[in-house]
């Protein structure tokens, strides 16, 4: 039985230290640099998963050794059996979550693969608002925010070159004695599009900062 130990944004990042060395040999790079690519991607892998067993590190070192394409495609297909799948959240979750939106819509959770999901992300157009819901210490959590488009820019999450908005969300912490009428907004650069930057992600750590600074 395959135990899955891989989520989305590790995956992600093994296929871009991959690629990187598929680049290399594809490009016909001397073979000591083929090699210093090849141990900087290992490192780069082994250092995401810190509590890996030996069965699970051997799964990820598959890849040592080969120089071809369709060995490289082959090794990333091979990982499918262990992706971890984004925790089950329904659609009545994700209204609780939410409570003074009375007409929330939410996203066909049906149609995703929970496999390469990091977070759920989706925009509400008619109120201008983004939502974002993620796992965080073992409780599933919810944060909206305003929704103002950009231009091209570099998504805080992911760090992809794309359309971005600036996503602006009102923090739950207030300091001792403030005004009823204090409030704090952090605001990042994120993707528009939920789905391509969980394709890029491949740290959460940024995602799970900001959250925290939200909610608590």
Same mark, same amino acid.
């Given at each position: 039985?395959?135990?899955? !130990?891989?989520? +989305? ?18 490009? /016909? ?5 083929v090699e210093a690519v090849e141990f +900087?991607? @290992? ?22 050794? #080969?120089?071809?394409?369709?060995? !490289? ?5 091979? @990982?499918?059996?262990?992706? $971890? $799948? ?10 609780? #979550? ?10 066909? #959770? ?9 977070? =759920? ?23 909206? /925010? ?6 091209? /820019? ?21 300091p001792a004695n403030a005004s009823p ?26 995602? $799970?900062? !900001? =959250?925290? $600074?939200?909610?608590?």
């Amino acid at each position: 039985m395959n135990t899955p !130990f891989i989520r +989305n944004h590790h995956y992600n990042l093994i296929k871009k230290q991959v690629g990187q060395l598929q680049h290399a040999c594809n490009n /016909g790079a001397d073979p000591k640099v083929v090699e210093a690519v090849e141990f +900087n991607a @290992l490192s780069h892998i082994l250092d995401s998963f810190p509590e890996t067993t030996d069965s699970q590190k051997h799964i990820l070192e598959q890849f040592v050794g #080969l120089r071809k394409t369709e060995e !490289f495609q082959q090794y990333l297909f091979s @990982l499918e059996p262990y992706l $971890e $799948e984004f925790s089950q959240v329904t659609g009545k979750q994700i209204t609780k #979550l939410f409570p003074k939106n009375k007409k929330l819509k939410t996203p066909d #959770l049906n149609v995703m693969d929970r496999r390469k999901i990091s977070y =759920l992300g989706w925009v509400d157009i008619a109120t201008q608002k983004l939502f974002l819901v993620y796992h965080l210490n073992g409780q599933t959590v919810g944060v909206q /925010g305003r929704y103002t488009p950009a231009n091209k /820019g570099v998504c805080f999450l992911c760090n992809g070159i794309g359309d971005v908005a600036l996503f602006s969300a009102i923090t739950k912490s207030k300091p001792a004695n403030a005004s009823p009428d204090y409030y704090k907004a952090i605001g990042n650069y994120m993707c528009v599009d939920s789905h391509t930057c969980n394709q890029k992600i491949t740290d959460v750590r940024v995602l $799970e900062k !900001f =959250l925290q $600074e939200v909610l608590y």
